[in-house]
């Protein structure tokens, strides 16, 4: 991990940004992406169209397009971003930004299905989470679904291979900042995220009107049913076969 002098940066940050997109981390792609666009409903006759509401690069919304031949709406609030999930030039992935939490451009009812990867915990204000959930409840058709994936908020400080969210044996609060490492090819990239628990989170989707219908931790085992088999042979796993990393937590309209 990185030395005691380092300094955090923020996601707004160019660096950041740079750094991002070198990531790939393989236990996102077997315990975390897989699980959402299941919890999803994608790969349903009835879901064509899906929001992936903070895209960042358009890693993930070019998967799904690609394996499910849907059509990806990809938005983000970092242009930079954007710019990088329109490069990916996938005709199904369709890139906007989104500006003060609004997307103008999607009608209400419009999108199938929805996700939001790694994004929450990017946003320190709670009224602003508030609003996304609004506005991604707003776009969403009546039955559809939204999937929350995120850091499991109930095991902060445990030490992965290629992350770790918040200190060891550190109580946080929702709406705190916690310190994150991400590993690089060269080394760690340090930011500072905003702790939400799961029951703010459940709190939430419940005042933006979604009717919560699956809270999922899910355990390397579990990924035997949903991935290849060697994706799980080969990912780097340190405890993930006794603690879920990641929580998600999915929502009908």
């Known amino acids: ?57 358009g890693l993930v919304a070019d998967r799904m397009a690609r394996r499910f031949g849907v059509r990806v709406h990809a938005v983000d609030a970092s242009p930079e971003m954007v710019d990088l999930a329109a490069a990916t030039g996938n005709p199904l992935v369709e890139a906007r930004r989104v500006v ?59 030490v992965r291979h290629s992350a770790r969210f918040g200190e060891p044996h550190t109580h946080y609060a929702s709406g705190d900042p916690v310190p994150v490492s991400l590993r690089k090819h060269d080394g760690w990239m340090d930011i500072v995220d905003t702790h939400w628990s799961t029951a703010t989170f459940r709190e939430l989707f419940e005042e933006a009107g979604f009717r919560i219908v699956a809270e999922e931790r899910p355990l390397a085992a579990d990924a035997r049913d949903v991935v290849d088999a060697e994706l799980v042979e080969n990912a780097p796993w340190v405890d993930e076969h006794r603690v879920g990393p990641f929580l998600l937590l999915t929502g009908a309209r």
Request: aromatic fraction near 10%; glycine fraction near 10%; charged fraction near 20%.
């Open 100 to 158: 003060a939490n609004r997307m103008p451009f999607l009608a209400d009812g419009s999108v199938d299905a929805a996700i939001s990867c790694f994004v929450f915990v990017c946003v320190p204000a709670r009224a602003d989470l508030r609003a996304i959930l609004g506005e991604i409840h707003r776009v969403l058709r009546p039955g559809g679904r939204f999937t929350l994936l995120t850091p499991n908020p109930d095991e902060t400080g445990l």
């Open 1 to 57: 991990m990185a030395g005691p002098d380092a300094t955090p940066t923020s996601w707004e940050s160019a660096e950041v940004v740079a750094d991002y997109v070198v990531l790939y981390d393989l236990v996102r792609w077997v315990l975390g992406y897989p699980f959402a666009f299941r919890a999803a409903g994608l790969g349903r006759p009835d879901v064509r169209t899906v929001l992936d509401f903070g895209c960042g690069p």
